[in-house]
């Protein structure tokens, strides 16, 4: 069973990316589990001072390292802000780079999708969050890509996604990161946390 930690780069309870991932969560394929965070408000910033004050970070960020570390890839869910992607988003990954004692990113599957209530889906926040991940030898999945527009004609009141068309676009990416798992903990490049795991 493969495990995927899921994070939206939204704290809205409600946002349109918590639901795309609750829509993951629904849609994921067979032999795919996907676990929904829920603390990235808890993350404080990044501060080198609190880092050596307690070995690998406060307890917020130690069990978010520990999450991400246990799971087999990441999901992650941006909205786009001004031309790029939320910074509550990119001062989490800031933790998760650091070498407290691994870097949990590194070799780590990672899947990139976004929605927006706007015209231009979120192009340039995952264009910008692709950029960071490389910085942190993440091993994102490639394609395919998922630019959700228009969000609000998509999910019902309920947050429930109802577009047919976006459910089987999320579906195959869904599937394509299964594949891509599977393919580099095959070739042994599947990240560090899981050498540690075994």
Same mark, same amino acid.
């Given at each position: ?35 929904? *965070? *829920? #603390? ?26 520990? #999450?991400?570390?246990?799971? *087999? ?20 990954? *800031? ?104």
């Amino acid at each position: 069973m493969q495990t995927v930690f899921a994070i939206a780069g939204s704290l809205r309870r409600n946002s349109y990316n918590r639901s795309l991932l609750r829509a993951a969560r629904e849609l994921a394929p067979p032999g795919m589990a996907i676990v929904l *965070d *829920d #603390q990235l408000a808890s993350i404080p910033p990044f501060d080198e001072d609190l880092e050596r004050a307690a070995a690998g970070g406060p307890e917020p960020v130690r069990a978010l390292r520990g #999450q991400v570390a246990s799971a *087999d890839g990441v999901l992650i869910a941006t909205p786009e802000y001004n031309h790029s992607f939320p910074g509550v988003l990119k001062n989490a990954i *800031d933790w998760l780079s650091r070498p407290a004692p691994q870097e949990v990113l590194a070799g780590k599957p990672v899947a990139v999708v976004g929605a927006s209530g706007g015209p231009w889906g979120t192009r340039l926040a995952q264009s910008a969050l692709r950029q960071v991940l490389y910085a942190t030898e993440s091993a994102v999945l490639p394609k395919p890509a998922l630019f959700v527009k228009d969000a609000g004609r998509l999910f019902d009141v309920a947050g429930r996604l109802v577009d047919r068309a976006t459910r089987e676009r999320l579906e195959a990416l869904l599937a394509a990161f299964a594949s891509w798992i599977d393919v580099l903990s095959t070739s042994g490049t599947g990240g560090i946390s899981r050498a540690s795991r075994s």
